[in-house]
């Protein structure tokens, strides 16, 4: 062992008791595990804003490095918002603003808030006329509550007369007055009046809210009247956001953004006005960060739009639905400036688009990650960052002994000569080993072990085989599984394609 900030660093597998001792990386890329050029290659396209094209098979670490990367940008630098547009509604403005723009409107917008008080400390004539105090007994309830919890009087009715004004038609006219009130809350929004501070008089007003009473001096007047002004408008990529989004390409609403059906046209008065229908893609939310695509080449035609939003680091929000009401709404040169970390497996290679591709390589890199990795010292230990790494991102299961990691190893060894022909190597096909420790983990805890031990990972080994293995053990192959678990009348309705299927080709079903 060596030490590092009073802290002793194990340096083989040998030197730790439980994955307790084994530190967790801080940085996210020096947590991927075996994939050292792939690391390097993320560090540079973080640095310079490169796109990848990760080409391998399932849980080796594509999606693990795209995020990876995105924590390694500067946090994002604009907001993005859609103005209406008063003379064209269909056609809403865009405003796409800094970030020390958008702070210093913070800072004027909590200055409009104003500051909030009990209702008690309000003058008692404001109280009243907001509905908060009894002129009648002086009690504070809330303004929902249109009689006074105390004396049962009619709030706004007492502090409109109030006791001993010997008005010789109260009680006629009461009953009158209360069904007015009822209609809604006692007591009026907002009350303006005067004040001194500093010896200047100046304009505040008092408004409801909720429990409490808000003040707006002039100032906050001031500003919000100024905010009132000012058109509409909508934050569809706000300034505080991940830079990292993962895009399925399940539909083109959710890739490049689409505007909400109205039913009722954009009429300004009974529905919503086009601007607060636009809905951004995934290529506009992942404007300064990373867009991750995991399978790209399932995306079909879509990966043209994808082309286009990269060459020109902008895309239209439009309407996609011909039947929509937005349809006919547009917004031009939506900011899309984000880096592409594409993934792929081998097999697939040929069907990701070939100018995608050129645009990739011309800017940024294409990279086939490993699927196994030398079996050395350091990476046995890497392999047990990995145990370690796994334990605590699960968090229900228990740490495990120096003996569970170094059976892990053992099956890491297995699998690299088993699946990719690997002597001497270790396995970087760790999805599947980090399925394996957690389920060895929850046999720990229903033992209620405080550790996972060597036991119950080899017991985890015959829980966690591939159903296939499961299959040809039972059954004695894939084939023979299939032609006992297929009922007799599933045999009679696919009678060709199991007549085919079958082995021997005895007929029907075969099962001559």
Known sequence: MHAVAGRKVPLSVEEIE????????SDPLERIVGQERAVETARIAAF?????????????????????????????????????????????????????DVLKERESAQASEGELIAPEKAPNSVAERLGYRCARCGFYSLPS?????????????????????????????GGILEMTVNAGEGGTESVRTTRLKNGVEEVVAY?????????????????????????????IVKLDRIPFVMATGASETELLGDVRHDPYGGHPQLGSLPYDRVVPGAIH?????????????????????????????????????????????????????????AACNIQDLQHVLSPLRSRIAGGGYELLLDTSMPDTPRNRLKLAQFCAQEIVGDGRIPHATR???????????????????????LTLRLREMGGLLRTAGDLATIERSELIEEKHLLEALKRARPIEEQI????????????SDVTEAQRQQAGYYLWNEHEGGHGPGGYG
């Open 48 to 100: 310079q804003r490169r796109h990848l094209l990760l080409v391998g098979p399932p849980g080796i670490g594509k999606s693990m490095t795209a995020q990876a990367l995105a924590l390694h940008l500067e946090r994002p630098q604009q907001e993005v918002r859609v103005v209406h547009n008063p003379e064209l509604p269909e056609r809403p403005s865009l405003d796409v603003v800094g970030r020390a």
């Open 472 to 483: 040809r053990e039972r059954y004695g192959s894939f084939q023979g599984g299939i032609r």
């Open 18 to 25: 439980t994955t307790r001792d084994l530190a967790i990386p």
């Open 145 to 173: 509550e249109r009689r006074c919890p105390s004396c049962g009087t009619l709030k706004q009715l007492s502090a409109a007369e109030p006791s001993g004004s010997g008005n010789p038609f109260r009680d006629l006219v």
């Open 207 to 235: 408004e409801r809210a909720g429990e409490q009473i808000m003040i707006l001096d002039q100032r906050a007047l001031e500003n919000r009247r100024r905010q009132q002004k000012e058109s509409p408008r909508k934050v």
């Open 403 to 425: 003996a569970t990691v170094e059976e892990m190893i053992k099956e890491a060894r297995r699998r690299a000569e088993k699946i990719d022909g690997a002597h001497r190597a």
């Open 285 to 341: 939310e992942a404007h300064e960060g990373v867009l991750f695509i995991d399978e790209i080449s399932h995306l079909g035609h879509l990966q043209r739009f994808i082309l286009t939003a990269m060459q020109e680091k902008r895309f239209p929000i439009s309407g996609r639905n011909p039947q929509s009401a937005g349809a006919s709404v547009r917004v031009d040169n939506v900011p899309c400036d984000f880096i592409l970390v």
